[in-house]
């Protein structure tokens, strides 16, 4: 069905906010999913704090393609959507969750990151960092790790005397 000029322009207007606002946007293809796993989708994301919004290829390409953002726009296959938060991190995490499960009818194709265009590696490399408390208990874990190797090993010299 053909959009309006004006749902056009609203589109576009839409788009070029997130376009220029801050945070991560990661460019998804949601292409074969039912209605019922984009509802689920939606509800999902907007009950953990992420926006979801889809786009004609045309609109998104020229909303982002303003030169504010470094590189070049990754290639969008099949229906986009853009999805973003606040949390640099969340909207990656949550739609990389999405791909797992609904892969391939649902896929993460790049997006922008720190002002950049990026690629789908990239976007799920950032998806698959962990929570700041796991990285904060494998650093604690990583500092304590050479006193522990020395109290066992003093432990051993010390059972071997009392032997």
């Keep these: 069905m053909a959009i309006t000029k004006a749902k056009k322009e609203e589109t576009l207007e839409k788009l070029s906010s997130i376009a220029s606002g801050e945070g991560t946007r990661v ?15 939606r509800k999902t994301l907007r009950e953990r704090g992420v926006q979801y919004f889809v786009a004609k290829k045309t ?11 470094q590189g ?9 959507a853009i999805a973003w938060a606040e949390d640099p991190l969340l909207a990656a995490q949550e739609t990389y969750a999405f791909e797992r499960t609904l892969s391939p009818r649902f ?17 799920i490399a950032l998806a698959t960092i ?7 208990g494998q650093f604690v874990n ?22």
């Design 27 to 41: 460019f998804v293809n949601f292409h074969g999913i039912t209605v019922s796993e984009a509802g689920n989708l």
């Design 59 to 69: 609109l998104l390409r020229k909303a982002f393609g303003g030169g504010k953002i």
């Design 72 to 80: 070049d726009i990754p290639a969008l296959q099949g229906e986009a």
């Design 107 to 123: 896929s993460v194709q790049g997006g922008v990151f720190e002002g950049k265009f990026v690629d789908t590696a990239f976007m």
């Design 130 to 136: 962990p929570p700041r408390p796991v990285l904060l």
């Design 142 to 163: 990583l500092v304590n790790s050479p006193i522990q190797q020395f109290v066992r090993a003093l432990n051993e010299i010390a059972g071997k005397r009392e032997a």
